[in-house]
């Protein structure tokens, strides 16, 4: 016993080791499935792509065109087709789900009565969710990368606009990609994690999110709302292009950045506090 | 009860959900709030000014006119100028939003147009420019209006297509225009109407949209017949088919309209009403925009005006834009480019917008939501003062070939659709106005030449109008022509690897060529394409096609033949215009709000950081008293109150009940215990150290509080790993193997916990709260769903973890459990404290005892006669009665003595009594 009065060996600081919330997370089916599916879309796209092939529309050039361009192609347009879905999906999958789900199984209080502290508990929940969505926000465009250059080869990457970027430097870029989404996208993983701590049905925290996030670009779609509509989080979504341009227009992404770290922080805090104070009764 | 409490959780759930939907409206309706800076007051007052009708015309004409004024007067006025077909009330959010930035804005309806009196006059210098001249001339009457000097107010003019146009002709013929910022429109009507791009003379214009702009063009009639008709529908009835036009105006277009070719007195007509005849006068700022998908007013025309006000000495930004006649009005970002313009030329604030030149590349598919154009910008017109512009050479291959005229013209071929925009009427941007026409084009066999080049080894921007030079011949065995001009039509298209052809911005070049010689001798002519912005990949290939119709333009319809070739040198040459892409200024003040950020989530640690460390204090005297509950207080929102004002001890080796019918707030100390529950007031100390949440103290303790909670997709052995190594405690400290054994799983304990029945998943629950050997143990109705061996062997590990100098809790709603499990006992009911003792004195408190006897009477006469003992009551053959403090030994001894059989003395009848007893009798288990 120490003088905090805690049993042999304890350390709050040791608790919940992230190598033991990343087993508990990986050996989940939806973790492994969730990836699973986001390293296989790559190959289901290339299938439709091939599928399609003969039945375009015939007229002026279209996305699909330009996404078979090349490998790297392949990659923007794969991001292109989820960064606004299945993206946020996806983080709001790891997040919302983290802490809501140990409510609904009981173990929740089970480890906040080892004791985990709760601010620990909630960091290290929250740093093994980050780090489950970046691998999947990696691992999507890398498959994709994989996938497009054995079937579009390692040509030149070309932008909507008509620029090309060659292999080396857009695939640089591309690996600029994810990180730009990871920051982007922590305003659904700090109202994720909101609504987790705040509900004991997993469902309803990752739904919750992603509501938020259609709402949100339902609300883009109104043009009366005007320069209102920079303040909505989803507002700098496909910003991510920018990272493509030459040179690279920074303006925009570190709006995005911000956008998404300013509302991250909120929610985030927010999390914090009514986890430390609430009443566990799941 | 179960059922009640889910309901409970339900609501809250709901409740915190729905705090958090009004949390988000109200930071969103705070947002709104906030970043709305309320709109300056603006006041517009509809006015009608009258002009002088002009000549021919008796009478004034009344121009239907709004003066918007910002709130801070005298301002510098503008002129807000609409297109063709419109009114002052299509401008109305141009006007609002320059009058928001603080100018005296006059909007007014053309003559011939709306509620204007008058006829339509196509911008002539004697009457929509005169009027013009006369509203410059009003505004110099005003108090409202800056002036320069008397008579001469500060002024600019904006407007697009027919709006632009008015601009560019009021500013060549008025010195007192300050500023403009035309918009789509010509320089010459008679060469955008009646085009012919095609020059047997070198083209040596250095600009990068120089068109051939050769005479005795090809009349476009489909254009001109929507612009007519446009007009001369919106006549005030009648049916006359002139409408409101002016008779000479409405005798071109039927001549031309019939005969297909332009009479000297048209172009005579159609060149007064263009800004070619006055633009050498402008040298006020300008800011030229013009529309990529064009092809009413095209690229060459803004190149034309642009080299005109350069001579001049005019300061000149030019801006082309993805969008045009056939592609969507200027965007609001383009609106505020033209109120910059004005601010830093009229007001003298913002800043200086220069003289650059900006082109945007339009997405290949056309814009789309998320694929914005991107703008490069150039330091210069290329042209203008000294830098030619570039031009990039591709080779194009193709035998000379033969090419029909169908007799009538027809079939014809399509490139694009005209009119099918509202942009001419200078309304506000509509977002279905950006689709691209590049898709429309279609060419007929017989009627077509193709040359086309090899693909292209590295991409290229075109930039202007490409230039071709091409051999033209007439077919001598064709059926002779009577007329002896070849007109012909000059596309370029981008042709993608799989064959698939883009007319870039739906435009076509048609050509007048000749007098051909008999013989079928070639003349040899420079074409200059229309102009486009169009990024051409890698690998495309360019196909310019020669073709002999086009339904937009009027054709001969005498049959013909021509022999259409390429030079031997000939090839392509695509006007480049390198920049540097526009973009967003440096973000510092995203990059400081991050840094912000980073700052204040910092800073927030640090002060819980702090928080943390001015902890509790241990209480020393306390420190081997496994627990001690004061003063503990529950309650819940809503006036609900779980636990109020207990108190009471656990001393080291108790077994301690905690016995209290459903309901009586046990299950709530509990979770108190476990620091899940913030009490209300009171503390509870373990071993001295006061319990929070996450308090280290709670390691030394184990809990099974409200059934068991597992990860249900692991087993048994891997739930009890996963737990242990979250504690962080050594491995060799958890005693897996003893609390496995406790359980007694055995092989089970490798199976999914998901596939365990409630008794084996509650086993598990006691075997992990049993981990590391906690000093105190806390159990919630630990036997609930075992059987009774089961049940058995719970009662011995509990009396031998006891035993070993541990402290056990028992929470249970069971007398005969907590009767046999416990040493001490504290009673609660309904929150409360009710008794708290050993076992034994509980019972005392009471003090009744249950004698079973062969002869009940008896034994109650001879209880009666005890000192002190009262016999409560006397059943078949039990006799109740209360002893009182005497030892039951000695009271069996009395029985035995007076010869009566005593089978069993229990207590626990007792204990049911003393409960019952304690708690009120309104319990009914």
């Known amino acids: 016993m120490n003088a905090l009065g805690a049993a042999p060996g304890y350390r709050a600081p040791a608790t919940l080791p992230l190598r033991v919330e990343l087993v508990r997370q990986l050996r989940r089916r939806r973790t492994v499935l969730t990836l699973g599916f986001l390293a296989l879309l790559p190959l289901l796209l290339l299938i439709a792509f091939t599928v399609g092939r003969d039945n375009r529309s015939r007229g002026g050039a279209t996305l699909v065109d330009l996404a078979t361009a090349s490998g790297l192609n392949f990659v923007v347009f794969t991001v292109f087709s989820t960064a606004n879905f299945l993206l946020v999906v996806v983080v709001a999958l790891f997040f919302g789900d983290t802490v809501a789900s140990e409510a609904s199984w009981s173990t929740l209080r089970y480890l906040l009565a080892a004791p985990v502290p709760r601010g620990r508990l909630l960091r290290q929940k929250a740093v093994v969710a980050a780090l489950l969505s970046l691998s999947a926000l990696v691992l999507l465009p890398a498959v994709a990368l994989a996938v497009g250059v054995l079937a579009y080869g390692s040509g030149d990457l070309v932008s909507p606009t008509g620029q090309s970027l060659d292999f080396a430097t857009a695939a640089g870029r591309l690996a600029l990609v994810p990180a730009y989404l990871a920051v982007h996208l922590a305003w659904v993983a700090g ?77 985030g805090l927010a999390a914090r506090h009514h986890f430390a104070t609430k009443d566990i009764t799941s | 009860m179960a059922s009640l409490h889910q309901l409970a959780r339900t609501r809250r759930q709901l409740a915190v959900l729905i705090a958090i939907g009004a949390l988000l409206v109200a930071t969103a309706a705070a947002l709104t709030i906030r970043m709305v800076p309320d709109p300056p007051p603006l006041t517009a007052e509809n006015v009608v000014i009258d002009v002088p009708g002009g000549p021919g015309v008796g009478t004034a ?104 146009a008015l601009a560019l002709l009021l500013a060549g013929t008025d010195r007192r225009v300050d500023a403009l910022a035309p918009e789509i429109t010509w320089n010459d009507l008679a060469q955008a109407l009646f085009p012919n791009n095609a020059s047997q003379a070198p083209v040596t214009t250095n600009t990068p949209a120089a068109g051939a702009s050769a005479p005795d063009g090809v009349f476009k009639r489909e254009w001109a017949g929507y612009l007519f008709g446009i007009a001369a529908g919106s006549g005030t009835g009648g049916h006359d088919p002139c409408g409101r036009f002016r008779p000479e105006v409405c005798a071109a277009y039927v001549q031309a309209a019939t005969s297909g070719s332009p009479t000297p007195e048209i172009v005579a007509m159609l060149h007064r009403s263009s800004p070619a005849t006055v633009a050498g006068n402008i040298t006020a700022p300008t800011l030229l925009i013009q529309g990529e998908q064009d092809t009413l007013f095209g690229l060459d025309q803004a190149d034309a005006t642009a080299r005109q006000l350069a001579a001049a000495g005019a300061p000149l930004k030019v801006i082309w834009y993805a969008g045009g006649h056939d592609g969507g009005a200027p965007t609001v970002a383009l609106r505020d480019e033209v109120g910059d313009w004005f601010d830093y030329h009229l007001r003298g604030i913002g800043t200086d917008p220069g003289t650059g030149f900006d082109y945007q590349v339009q997405a290949l598919f056309g814009t789309r939501r998320g694929l914005p154009p991107r703008t490069v910008r150039a330091a210069a017109y290329p042209g203008l003062s000294k830098d030619p512009v570039q031009y990039r050479e591709v080779v194009l291959h193709g035998s000379p070939q033969q090419v029909v005229r169908p007799p009538g013209g027809s079939p014809a071929a399509l490139s694009s659709l005209p009119g099918l925009n509202a942009a001419l009427a200078g309304g506000a941007p509509s977002a279905a106005g950006a689709a691209s026409t590049d898709g429309v084009a279609m060419d ?225 100390v509990l979770r108190m215990l476990m620091g899940l529950i913030q009490p209300t007031s ?151 404290l009710v008794g708290a003792g050993t076992v034994a004195e509980i019972v005392a408190g009471s003090g009744t005892v249950s004698f079973t006897v062969d002869d009940p009477m008896k034994a109650a006469a001879l209880l009666r006669g005890l000192a002190g003992v009262d016999v409560m009551d006397v059943g078949q053959r039990v006799v109740h009665a209360h002893l009182d403090g005497l030892p039951r030994a000695a009271a069996v001894s009395a029985l035995v003595a007076a010869g009566i059989g005593v089978e069993g003395v229990a207590t626990r009848q007792a204990l049911e009594d003393a409960f019952l007893q304690l708690v009120g009798e309104e319990v009914v288990e």
């Open chain 2, 444 to 668: 007929l066999p017989g009627q077509s030449a193709l040359f086309l080049s090899d693909p292209l080894t590295d991409p290229v921007d075109i930039t202007g109008s490409p230039r071709i030079r091409l051999r033209v011949a007439a077919t001598p065995s064709a059926a002779t022509p009577t007329e002896d001009r070849a007109v012909l039509f000059v596309k370029l298209y981008d042709v993608g690897p799989d064959g698939r052809r883009t007319l870039p911005g739906g435009a076509v070049a048609p050509v007048r060529i000749g007098p051909l010689p008999r013989g079928g001798a070639p003349i040899e002519v420079t074409v200059t394409l229309a102009g486009v912005v169009r990024p051409v990949q890698a690998g495309h290939r360019l196909a310019v096609v020669v073709t002999t119709t086009d339904r937009g333009y009027a054709v001969p319809s005498q049959p013909a033949g021509y022999t259409v070739s390429l030079p031997g040198d000939a090839s392509l040459a695509l006007p480049v215009v390198p920049g540097q892409q526009a973009a967003t200024p440096l973000p510092v003040v995203q990059l400081a709000g991050i840094g912000g950020l980073a700052a204040a989530v910092t800073a927030l640690g640090m002060i819980a950081a702090l928080r943390r460390r001015h902890g509790e204090e241990a209480d020393p005297e306390l420190a081997e008293v496994p627990l001690v509950v004061s003063g503990l207080t529950k309650r819940y929102p809503g006036g609900l109150t779980a636990v109020e004002e207990l108190s009471f001890r656990v001393e080291h080796g108790q077994v301690l009940g905690l016995l209290g019918p459903n309901g009586a707030g046990k299950t709530t």
């Open chain 2, 682 to 832: 009171g503390e509870m100390r373990a071993f001295g150290h006061q319990i929070t949440a996450g308090a280290p103290a709670l390691s030394r303790i184990g809990s099974f509080v409200e059934g068991p909670g597992f990860l249900p997709h692991l087993t048994g052995m891997e739930n009890l790993r996963l737990y242990w190594a979250a504690t962080g405690r050594p491995a060799a400290d958890a005693g897996t193997d003893e609390a496995l054994a406790i359980a007694g799983l055995g092989h089970a304990v490798h199976r999914r916990v998901g596939t365990y029945s409630q008794g084996m998943r509650q086993r598990l629950a006691i075997a992990q709260a049993m981990l590391g050997r906690p000093d105190l143990l806390v159990l919630d109705e630990p036997t609930n769903g075992l059987d009774p061996p089961q049940i058995h062997a719970m009662r011995e590990v509990l009396r031998g973890y006891a035993a070993r100098g541990a402290t056990v809790l028992v929470s249970s709603h069971l007398l005969a459990e907590v009767e046999q499990i416990c040493s001490h006992v504290v009673v609660m009911n309904r929150g409360r």
């Open chain 2, 61 to 164: 004409v009344h121009l239907d006119a709004t003066v918007y004024r910002p709130a801070a007067i005298p301002a510098p006025a503008v002129l807000l100028a609409h297109g063709f077909g419109g009114s002052k009330d299509s401008v109305s959010a141009d006007a609002t939003a320059l009058a928001r930035r603080g100018f005296v804005v006059l909007a007014w309806t053309a003559r011939g147009f709306g509620a204007s009196s008058g006829q339509i006059g196509l911008n002539s210098p004697d009457y929509e420019v005169a009027d013009a001249r006369a509203l410059v001339d009003w505004l110099a009457k005003r108090s409202d209006v800056v002036q320069d000097a008397p008579g001469d107010p500060r002024v600019g003019v904006t407007g697009a297509s027919y709006g632009g």
């Open chain 1, 191 to 267: 109202l994720a994690l909101l609504l987790s701590v705040s509900t004991d049905a997993p469902l309803g925290a990752v739904g919750g999110a992603v509501m938020a996030s259609i709402l949100s670009q339902i609300l883009e779609t109104i043009e009366a709302l005007g320069n209102l509509r920079d303040y909505l989080p989803t507002r700098f979504n496909s910003t991510w292009a920018d990272l493509l341009a030459s040179p690279i227009d920074w303006g925009h992404l570190a709006s995005g950045a911000f956008s998404g770290l300013a509302y991250a922080t909120v929610f």
